[in-house]
């Protein structure tokens, strides 16, 4: 959440300044606070009417007007915000940041301040494409600019390339990346998430409610603060979250997966349903109607915590316990049992808590038998307070062997 945050956003003269609009709303909805400064240009596309009204603030368009009171716009914008964003930001905006460019009201703040700030550029393929706006794309890398990649698709020229503003909701994550402390910077984190499928035929398999959601949660925030995150996911249906994401199907496709990664993580956390059965056997084509009753047989599949457990060296293990009843005493015993330095539990049976919802009520447990109840939360909340004890355990030297 962006709550309380102050955003300053520039929006320049490209097509996809239209969908700035949609961001401010976006970033309105998150709890921010926004203020909008635009270009000449940005105004021949969408108009100052419409971003004050989604802003609910004044807009800044021009250099020798005063801002509140007799503030100076430029220095009072570079003061009040926490992050900037420029979005769309054309090969112009880029030119003159990269050269020292202080000719309107946008690029004389963007000089006047030291604030965090996210870039988003948007253009035409072959404008973006050309050696100087890489080359100054480069350079504000190297200043220390946050630079979005631009999507590829449909561009307003009618040609398909890249160049394309990215989604409002992949913008929204990079302005929270921007923003979170990198607390955990270059710790090695492997998560599994989602639900396993096993197949019975080609056209059907056993699998359970897993929606993905908390896996997906705990890679987004450990991104965020800095890990270097790899997701092995089961199916599901939610955008990835980071880029190194392992897609497996099955329970025994997930063992390997985690057996080929598990030993350069230094956290490993085991959000993923894994189906505890398969069937003994897949059928090679479909199973017809043909019999009056039909009995499936299954058998175990591979534990995959408990194994991590038995070689976990100083790792951090942490797992999950979903129940639907004696949370607590089934997931301290899950805890010892599978060698865990952490058990998160959760009740089915809670209002907020569960596979499809977007937040979570949990319980999480140390090897030290401590249990912290936490209230509901969302499940981005839910996942930084897991990784918060994580860190804690990680000061004082790691996990258990
Ligand atoms: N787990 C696993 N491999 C399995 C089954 C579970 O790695 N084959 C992990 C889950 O990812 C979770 C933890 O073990 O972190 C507990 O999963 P859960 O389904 O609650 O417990 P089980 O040990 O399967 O016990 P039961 O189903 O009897 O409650």
Redesign the pocket.
């Known amino acids: 959440m962006l709550t309380g945050k102050k955003i300053v956003l520039g929006v320049t003269g490209g097509i996809a300044a239209y969908k700035a609009a949609e961001l401010v709303r976006a970033l309105i909805r998150q709890g921010a606070q926004v203020k909008v400064i635009m270009t000449r240009n940005a105004q021949e596309f969408i108009t100052p009417l419409t971003m004050q009204t989604l802003s609910q603030n004044q807009v800044y368009t021009d250099m020798f007007v005063a801002a509140d009171k007799f503030d100076i716009a430029h220095i009072a914008l570079a003061e009040y915000a926490d992050a900037f964003v420029i979005a769309p930001a054309t090969a112009n905006i880029i030119g003159k940041i990269t050269s020292g460019i202080a000719d309107d009201l946008l690029s004389t703040t963007m000089m006047a301040q030291d604030k965090p700030t996210l870039i988003c550029p948007a253009m035409n393929e072959k404008m973006l494409a050309n050696p100087v706006v890489q080359e100054n794309i480069g350079k504000l890398k190297k200043l220390g600019y946050a630079v979005m990649e631009s999507a590829e698709g449909e561009l307003a020229c009618k040609t398909k390339g890249k160049g394309r503003l990215p989604d409002v909701e992949e913008i929204v994550e990079a302005i929270e990346n921007l923003l979170t402390p990198k607390d955990l910077k270059g710790v090695k984190i492997l998560i599994?998430a989602g639900p396993t499928e096993e197949p019975l035929d080609p056209v059907r398999f056993i699998t359970n409610l897993s929606s993905g959601k908390m896996g997906y949660a705990l890679a987004t925030a450990a991104y965020r603060r800095g890990a270097d995150v790899t997701l092995i996911s089961g199916p599901t249906h939610l955008p990835p979250p980071v880029e190194n994401i392992i897609r497996v199907r099955t329970?025994r496709d997930m063992f390997q997966a985690v057996m080929d990664h598990y030993n350069k993580a230094e956290v490993i956390i085991?959000?993923?349903?894994?189906?505890?059965y398969c069937p003994s056997e897949t059928a090679a084509e479909k199973i017809k109607k043909d019999k009056k009753n039909l009995s499936l047989e299954l058998k175990n599949?591979?534990?995959?915590?408990?194994e991590i457990g038995r070689h976990k060296g100083h790792r951090v293990l942490v797992?999950?316990?979903?129940?639907t009843q004696n949370l607590l005493a089934?997931a301290g015993e899950?805890l010892k049992k599978?060698n865990m330095d952490l058990i998160v539990a959760n009740n089915l049976r809670d209002e907020g808590a569960g596979f499809r919802t977007d937040t979570n009520v949990i319980t999480i447990i140390d090897r030290g038998g401590k249990t912290e109840s936490l209230g509901k939360m969302t499940k981005i909340e839910a996942a930084d307070a897991i990784l918060d004890r994580v860190q804690k355990i990680m000061k004082k030297g790691s996990g258990k062997k």
């Open positions: 599994t329970a085991k959000a993923a349903a894994v189906a505890d599949n591979p534990d995959i915590i408990a797992g999950f316990a979903m129940e089934n899950k599978k």
